[in-house]
């Protein structure tokens, strides 16, 4: 078992120069010890309240780090859970925006392709009218598992809200996005929701916008939203 600072002082394998050069966990000072600093005091020279004292400051400074690892451990989880969607293992809206922006960035100064798809279900009101919103859940949870299986591990996925998603492709012509916006749809209309014995067909409409330079967030979402309404009304 790893032995703390304290323990090592006490077993003589540390000595007191070590130490007082050591740094707290919030400044670059040295540890003071009794009102003044410690100076490369030979072990042989230091009393056992002196001795005592240090061992106590460095069981404080190790309380101390583990508690700010724990404390930053708990701030990563928390800002990955305000990114996640409640209902449907994807990104929310916000997380989802942010990861788009920077995938513009990066298209933007690497000069590589990139792409949107914007989903969107077909006659969904109908279905929470017919079979109620816990129905409704199901669906959005089943369109939302099959975009995630039929995309790469360096694609994103999000749902913006209500019963509309979207995928952000990496290094993606428009024209393969295209590809990909058709193999969404014929995937999810593939697999209906069974409930109570009756199968619910589901269907999504699906728009593609490519990367252009000097895109922002707002001007390919809404390239790729206006494409999904144009896919939208030819079903219908």
Same mark, same amino acid.
């Given at each position: 078992?790893?032995?703390?600072?304290?323990?090592?002082?006490?077993?003589?394998?540390?000595?007191?120069?070590?130490?007082?050069?050591?740094?707290?966990?919030?400044?670059?000072?040295?540890?003071?010890?009794?009102?003044?600093?410690?100076?490369?005091?030979?072990?042989?020279?230091?009393?056992?309240? !002196?001795?005592?004292?240090?061992?106590?400051?460095?069981?404080?400074?190790?309380?101390?780090?583990?508690?700010?690892?724990?404390?930053?451990?708990?701030?990563?989880?928390?800002?990955?859970?305000?990114?996640?969607?409640?209902?449907?293992?994807?990104?929310?809206?916000?997380?989802?925006?942010?990861?788009?922006?920077?995938?513009?960035?990066?298209?933007?100064?690497?000069?590589?392709?990139?792409?949107?798809?914007?989903?969107?279900?077909?006659?969904?009101?109908?279905?929470?009218?017919?079979?109620?919103?816990?129905?409704?859940?199901?669906?959005?949870?089943? $369109?939302?598992?099959?975009? !995630?299986?039929?995309?790469?591990?360096?694609?994103?996925?999000?749902?913006?809200?209500?019963?509309?998603?979207?995928? $952000?492709?990496?290094?993606?012509?428009?024209?393969?996005?295209?590809?990909?916006?058709?193999?969404?749809?014929?995937?999810?209309?593939?697999?209906?929701?069974?409930?109570?014995?009756?199968?619910?067909?589901?269907?999504?409409?699906?728009? !593609?916008?490519?990367? !252009?330079?000097?895109?922002?967030?707002?001007?390919?979402?809404?390239?790729?939203?206006?494409?999904?309404?144009?896919?939208?009304?030819?079903?219908?």
């Amino acid at each position: 078992m790893k032995k703390t600072a304290a323990e090592r002082i006490q077993a003589g394998e540390q000595s007191v120069s070590v130490v007082d050069r050591m740094s707290d966990p919030v400044g670059r000072r040295p540890l003071p010890v009794a009102g003044g600093l410690i100076e490369d005091v030979p072990q042989s020279e230091l009393t056992p309240a !002196v001795r005592s004292t240090v061992m106590q400051l460095m069981d404080e400074l190790d309380r101390m780090s583990s508690e700010l690892m724990e404390a930053k451990q708990r701030v990563s989880e928390l800002e990955d859970m305000a990114d996640e969607d409640p209902l449907v293992p994807v990104l929310n809206r916000r997380g989802f925006l942010r990861e788009l922006e920077r995938t513009l960035a990066y298209s933007e100064r690497y000069q590589t392709p990139g792409s949107v798809i914007f989903c969107d279900l077909d006659r969904f009101k109908r279905i929470n009218d017919d079979y109620g919103h816990r129905v409704g859940d199901d669906v959005l949870r089943l $369109v939302a598992d099959t975009l !995630v299986q039929n995309v790469r591990r360096s694609d994103i996925v999000g749902r913006l809200g209500g019963d509309e998603f979207a995928v $952000v492709l990496q290094r993606a012509t428009a024209e393969q996005a295209q590809t990909k916006a058709d193999e969404f749809m014929e995937r999810v209309g593939e697999q209906p929701l069974v409930h109570e014995g009756t199968q619910i067909p589901i269907s999504i409409s699906a728009g !593609v916008a490519g990367f !252009v330079r000097g895109d922002t967030v707002v001007d390919v979402m809404e390239r790729a939203d206006r494409a999904m309404y144009r896919r939208k009304n030819k079903v219908r």
